[in-house]
Nanobody, 124 residues
Framework: QVQLVESGGGLVTAGGSLRLSCAAS????????MGWFRQAPGKEREFVAT????????YYADSVKGRFTISRDNAKNTVYLQMNTLKPEDTAVYYC?????????????????WGQGTQVTVSS
């Protein structure tokens, strides 16, 4: 069992930055690929970024490539999402999730554990 708690969301103006954190409980964090997803009002949850269990591989949605960076610190059981050059269309609830499926995992069904989400609002 892995419990995930996101933090770091908030209100930011367009062009600004935020760093999201996701703290995981349990001793097996380093065996999971970790992902970030987001869900805007009235839309389906969509893939944002993922990082392999070792941190050696990352993969991004085209919409965030070059602006967002996913990283992890297995010693701290934490995964991060650095978000730069934010746009109003990045406004959503952001969720972190854990997966043991084969790399690379970009669908919600590939993730077993989910956090409760953190709101990110980007004003124009």
């Amino acid at each position: 069992q892995v419990q995930l708690v996101e933090s770091g969301g908030g209100l930011v103006t367009a062009g600004g930055s935020l760093r999201l954190s996701c703290a995981a409980s349990g001793r097996t964090f380093s065996t999971y690929h970790m992902g970030w997803f987001r869900q805007a009002p009235g839309k389906e949850r969509e893939f944002v970024a993922t990082i392999s269990w070792s941190g050696g591989s990352t993969y991004y949605a085209d919409s965030v490539k070059g602006r967002f960076t996913i990283s992890r610190d297995n010693a701290k059981n934490t995964v991060y999402l650095q978000m730069n050059t934010l746009k109003p269309e990045d406004t959503a609830v952001y969720y972190c999730a854990a997966s043991r499926a084969d790399w690379v995992v970009v669908t919600t069904s590939g993730y077993t554990y989910w956090g409760q989400g953190t709101q990110v609002t980007v004003s124009s």
